[in-house]
């Protein structure tokens, strides 16, 4: 019997678009056409104005670190083969706030650059080459 995966999505029909994209080794963010700003998790109407007005945009990949914690402990598959982890929020530079995991990083700091790279088609963050903390 093998055990349940809980890192893997499970695309609806309004977001399979970005999932694909994603597997794609896109990011995609939603952007409102009435107020102008971009938003992250995908949502079918602005959050911030409330418009549905909003389209798919892709994003540029870049990041910072705004907060993290190492996760040392998890017991569901396929995590607790991970630990420890970086979990994190991290700011795209196109505004919005995402949550993500932060790889090849031996030490977090805040503002730390980031750039976009996949893994099993779900985005996740690394250092930038020569990326420093702001």
């Known amino acids: 019997m093998t055990a349940a995966r809980h890192d893997v999505p499970e695309p609806d029909a309004f977001t399979r678009t970005y999932w694909d994209a994603a597997a794609e080794g896109r990011l995609l963010i939603r952007r409102c056409g009435a107020c102008g700003r971009a938003h ?19 994003a540029g990949g870049r990041a910072a670190l705004y907060t993290w914690s190492v996760v040392h ?3 569901l598959p396929p995590f607790g083969e991970r630990t420890p982890y970086v979990a994190a929020v991290v700011d795209l530079a196109e505004g919005p706030r995402m949550m993500t995991e932060v790889v090849e990083c031996a030490e977090p700091a805040a503002g730390l650059e980031l750039e976009v790279t996949f893994r099993d088609g779900v985005p996740v963050f690394r250092p930038r080459t020569g990326g420093t903390a702001a």
């Open 73 to 75: 402990r998890n017991d």
């Open 40 to 58: 992250h998790y995908p949502r079918e109407f602005c959050p911030h104005c409330w418009s549905e007005d909003v389209t798919w945009e892709l």
